[in-house]
């Protein structure tokens, strides 16, 4: 299984993913790891090779972006799948029938699907509490309570879990803390510091940060736990291919640089939003107003670039998506490129309309990706689509106090 080179640990960040796991290629001397397009490895005679005997298992290419990201998430392995969800769902086959998972409420609508609509009928139970009390998480756990698994912040609520205090019960209950990294990326959290067990991404989104390929990535600190997980990864093969992992580790290159500029255009695009539509509307780590702000700025060492806006109906948010033209409507996030998308019917359209009322995931709601183009651009663009915007209905109380004046 991969391992990180122990001497790329000490570096900072931004020399750690340029370089981490990456050594010239011994033939010519490459500096870029070459994309190893091969199913098979010769073997010098029986018993005998090199390390490598089928790409299922093992790929150099592959193996460079494991250790990269395992050195900028500070864990000891990597473990790359060809989804985030193919990530999500290998994951999941550390545990069996009969074991129980506490999963936040509001992750990501496809894991939410994995969990509820495949994994329940293979007899593994899960309850999907509000994670942003490790209370809930507590009150949730049985004996039969193997992990807990969240996003932070998640998708698209921009909630916060705090990782400490999930971290404590769940191995006060003897289970595993997973923590889906994707939005903050290890630029701005690092859940291992908190007591993560496992992280994962979606290494589609920040990671690869190019919008041209889709993979999931695992890390682990505990030999033991990635062991298991080497054997599942081998068995069931949802591995990605060995470009789509060189597309990935291009991307990491750069993820420090990025992510900067995402944190800049998105503290700048918050403000502006706040200006516009009241900061009651406008959900964003990095704003005081976000209701767990400090906690945030306990946990992150920056903010990123996902906002979510409520503007209160599936009319007036029709009437922005439909205006944008630097901002593209799609689903995704974490690209170079601003994206918008409306998360009731795309990304947590599998999640169950009353579920989604509970939760806040209203038809009004619209999520933001900004990316790293210009900021003046940006907000030019948002002006123009806020244009003309119908004016929003006062709520049912209040329409009926006005009525009654
Ligand atoms: C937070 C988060 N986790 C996991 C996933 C799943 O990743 P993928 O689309 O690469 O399967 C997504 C996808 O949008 C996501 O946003």
Same mark, same amino acid.
């Given at each position: ?8 640990l000490?570096a ?16 010519a ?14 073997q ?6 090199k390390?490598?005997?089928?790409a ?33 769902d290998?994951l999941m086959?550390?545990?069996r ?26 007899g ?31 998708n698209p609520?921009?909630r ?6 999930a ?11 997973i ?7 290890p ?5 291992f510091?908190?007591g ?6 979606s ?16 890390l682990?600190k ?6 298991r997980?080497q ?17 990935a ?14 944190d800049?255009n998105g ?8 200006d ?5 509307s ?15 700025r ?13 503007l ?9 998506? =439909? ?5 593209? $409507?799609?689903?995704?996030?974490? +690209? %170079? @490129?601003?994206?918008?998308s409306h998360? !009731? ?12 009322? =509970? ?5 009004? $709601?619209?999520?933001?990706?900004c +990316? %790293? @183009? ?5 907000? !030019? ?7 003309g ?15 009654s004046?």
């Amino acid at each position: 299984m991969t391992r990180v080179f122990d001497e790329d640990l000490n570096a900072g960040f931004g020399t750690k993913a340029v370089h981490a796991g990456q050594r010239p290629e011994p033939l010519a001397g490459a500096i870029m790891t070459p994309v190893y397009l091969t199913s098979t490895y010769v073997q010098e005679e029986l018993g005998k090779n090199k390390g490598y005997e089928y790409a299922r298992g093992k790929n150099p290419t592959r193996e460079a972006l494991e250790r990269n990201v395992a050195a900028l998430e500070g864990a000891r392995h990597g473990f790359a799948f060809s989804s985030g969800m193919g990530c999500v769902d290998s994951l999941m086959k550390l545990f069996r029938s009969g074991d129980h998972i506490v999963c936040g409420e509001n992750v990501y609508g496809g894991t939410f699907r994995l969990f509820d609509k495949i994994l329940k009928n293979f007899g593994m139970e899960f309850s999907f509490v509000d994670t942003r009390d490790p209370k809930n998480i507590d009150a949730a756990m049985t004996k039969n309570t193997r992990a807990v698994l969240v996003e932070t912040p998640s998708n698209p609520l921009m909630r916060v879990t705090d990782l400490k205090g999930a971290a404590e019960v769940a191995h006060k209950g003897g289970a595993l803390l997973i923590v889906d990294n994707t939005f903050a990326s290890p630029v701005f959290q690092r859940p291992f510091e908190h007591g993560a067990d496992i992280v994962y991404h979606s290494t589609t989104k920040y990671l690869n940060g190019h919008s041209d390929m889709i993979g999931g990535i695992a890390l682990l600190k505990d030999d033991g736990l990635a062991e298991r997980l080497q054997f599942i990864l081998n068995a069931a093969g949802a591995v990605p291919g060995p470009f789509d992992s060189w597309l990935a580790l291009r991307g990491t290159k750069t993820l420090h640089l990025r992510m900067r500029q995402h944190d800049a255009n998105g503290r700048t695009i918050a403000r502006w939003l706040v200006d516009k539509l009241g900061a009651e509307s406008v959900m964003y780590v990095g704003l005081p107003s976000h209701p767990q702000h400090e906690l945030a700025r306990r946990q992150m060492s920056g903010f990123g670039g996902m906002i979510s806006i409520e503007l209160g109906t599936k009319e007036r948010a029709a009437h922005v998506l =439909k205006r944008v033209r630097v901002f593209s $409507l799609a689903e995704s996030l974490g +690209g %170079v @490129e601003s994206l918008i998308s409306h998360p !009731a019917t795309m990304t947590h359209a599998s999640v169950s309309p009353d579920m989604r009322v =509970k939760l806040g995931i209203t038809d009004g $709601l619209v999520r933001l990706s900004c +990316g %790293v @183009e210009e900021a003046d651009d940006l907000v !030019a663009d948002l002006e123009k689509a806020f244009d003309g915007l119908p004016k929003r209905e006062p709520a049912r109380g209040k329409r009926e106090e006005m009525a009654s004046r």
